[in-house]
Every structure is written in structure tokens, then in C-alpha cells.
């Protein structure tokens, strides 16, 4: 089955940045779409970022659009979020999923059928 862990998260000021990992292992995802969500106490799962592993699309959510980049190493097996602009509000855990859907990527946490234990990011003001 696959495995997928997260990596990166911390404690930054607002205004900084982050980069962070998620390695997946298990299975071949050449058909695949990889996700980014996250989510604080009490709320629902947010779309954050996906991207295709072999065509590389791209969706961002209007919150973190022009300030956050989603990427991928196929060779790797791990794709990136690169956070950058951080603002208090982006703070929650971070969590990466892999499902199909490589030509419409998915925004709902339903899409997707794999998922990592979450990284805590932490915006301070």
C-alpha cells in the first residue's frame, strides 16, 4: 500500500517561508495526482495545492495562490510545497494525499485515497 510522510513544518514569523516534503513509497503514481490540505481544530480539511505527476498541472486555492508553489521530483517519488509570505492564518497541519485524477485534479479530501500523519506549521505574528 502506499506510504506517504511529510516533512518541513515549524515554527516561522510572519513573512517567512517553509519548504516541505512529501515522500511517498509503496506504488508507482505515474497516473496519479498528489494533494496538499490542511486543517485546523475544529475545521474541515482545506484544499491547499495539487499538482499531476505526469503532466505537472496545477490548482492552488485563492488563499494561497501567488504565494505558495506546489512541485514535484518524479525520479524521487516526493513532491514540494514551498510556502513562502506566511501569514497567521496558514497556520495548521499539513497533510499530503495521493488519488487519481491526473487531468482533474482533485480539491475535495474524498478524491484522494492515500494520506500522510500531518506536519504542524505554526505562523507566528
Known amino acids: 500500500q502506499v506510504q506517504l510522510v511529510e516533512s518541513g513544518g515549524g515554527l516561522v514569523q510572519a513573512g517567512g517561508s517553509l519548504r516541505l516534503s512529501c515522500a511517498a513509497s509503496?506504488?508507482?503514481?505515474?497516473?496519479?495526482?498528489m494533494g496538499w490540505f490542511r486543517q485546523t481544530p475544529g475545521k474541515e480539511r482545506e484544499f491547499v495545492a495539487a499538482?499531476?505527476?505526469?503532466?505537472?498541472?496545477?490548482a492552488y486555492a485563492d488563499s494561497v495562490k501567488g504565494r505558495f508553489t506546489i512541485s514535484r521530483d518524479n525520479d524521487k517519488n516526493t513532491v514540494y510545497l514551498q510556502m513562502n509570505s506566511l501569514k497567521p492564518e496558514d497556520t495548521a497541519v499539513y497533510y499530503c494525499?495521493?488519488?487519481?485524477?491526473?487531468?482533474?485534479?482533485?480539491?475535495?479530501?474524498?478524491?484522494?485515497?492515500?494520506w500522510g500523519q500531518g506536519t504542524q506549521v505554526t505562523v507566528s505574528s
Open positions: 509503496g506504488r508507482t503514481f505515474s497516473s496519479y495526482s
Open positions: 494525499a495521493a488519488g487519481p485524477g491526473q487531468f482533474v485534479l482533485g480539491t475535495r479530501p474524498y478524491e484522494y485515497d492515500y
Open positions: 499538482i499531476s505527476w505526469s503532466w505537472g498541472r496545477q
